[in-house]
């Protein structure tokens, strides 16, 4: 990844005044390195003076032609801000920011809520779903997830801050990069990740592995040693693992020879 944009990521989560806006634009960044800040700023200038003072951002944007793109929901146009202001289609938490930023500027309160597996906001207290742009309820989003029986509800709907959102939506990268076996770029999306949370020994293992998938050895090698130096000493279950997995794959590695033949 580009040094000043890995930079940004790190001064990101270092700046008490980033917000969610930021964090997908960062993204937008990552994904389209040319992209027109500039055109960006204009469309959202444009939505927030076409959105009456009185009307609900949510329903403003559905009636505007905002949702989800569930017609190819993996598509990592619904990751980039210019594409989503473009094709008014996205994934949840692409479509959060948007939504969340129009009911700022309006001077509404308005946040993320980190729910597993379809991200959310609340809007003056109203819990919205952004992929279909409209009102819901805690109940309607637990309606059949027995896979989250028994947490706390109140930890399901808290406010997810923005570099938590941050690090969701680079997650949604890698995994659509795993999909496609383009361990390049998810290096460059672990690297985001480390540069926000340099002392996560887990994003040091998944970089050691991508590595080792791209033949570099001894890159590989430098990933698996901070994993272990990281959780060296640690009595977290979680850090065990890690380092675990971290040592086997580096006693696996063999020999010195940098490059897989």
């Not at 805690?138 to 959102?165: H, I, K, N, Y």
């Not at 033949?215 to 959780?231: F, N």
Request: charge should be negative; include cysteine.
């Amino acid at each position: 990844m580009d040094a000043q944009l890995e930079a940004a990521f790190g001064a990101f989560a270092r700046d008490p005044d980033a917000d969610e806006l930021n964090a997908l634009l960062l993204v937008n960044r990552l994904l389209a390195p040319g992209v027109d800040l500039l055109a960006l700023e204009q469309a959202l200038e444009a939505l927030e003076r076409d959105c009456p003072p009185d009307a609900a951002p949510w329903q403003f944007l559905h009636d505007r032609g905002f949702r989800g793109n569930e017609a190819d929901y993996g598509a990592l146009d619904n990751s980039r801000l210019d594409r989503v202001l473009g094709t008014r289609r996205g994934i949840p938490i692409s479509l959060a920011v948007v939504l969340i930023h129009l009911a700022r500027r309006g001077g509404r309160d308005a946040h993320g809520i980190n729910f597993p597996g379809h991200f959310l906001a609340r809007v003056d207290g109203v819990l919205v779903d952004p992929f279909r742009m409209e009102e819901t309820t805690e109940s309607a989003c637990l309606a059949g997830r027995s896979d989250l029986a028994g947490q706390r509800r109140e930890a399901l709907f808290a406010v997810a801050e923005p570099a938590a959102m941050l690090l969701r939506m680079l997650n949604n990268l890698k995994l659509a990069f795993f999909r496609e076996l383009a361990w390049h770029r998810a290096l460059d999306v672990v690297d985001a990740q480390r540069a926000l949370v340099p002392e996560e020994p887990g994003l040091c293992l998944e970089r050691g592995d991508l590595w080792r998938r791209l033949g570099v050895i001894s890159a590989a090698r430098e990933g698996y040693r901070e994993a272990l130096r990281l959780t060296e000493g640690a009595v977290d279950q979680r850090y065990a693992e890690i380092a675990g997995v971290a040592q086997a794959r580096l006693d696996g590695l063999g020999g010195a020879s940098d490059v897989v033949h």
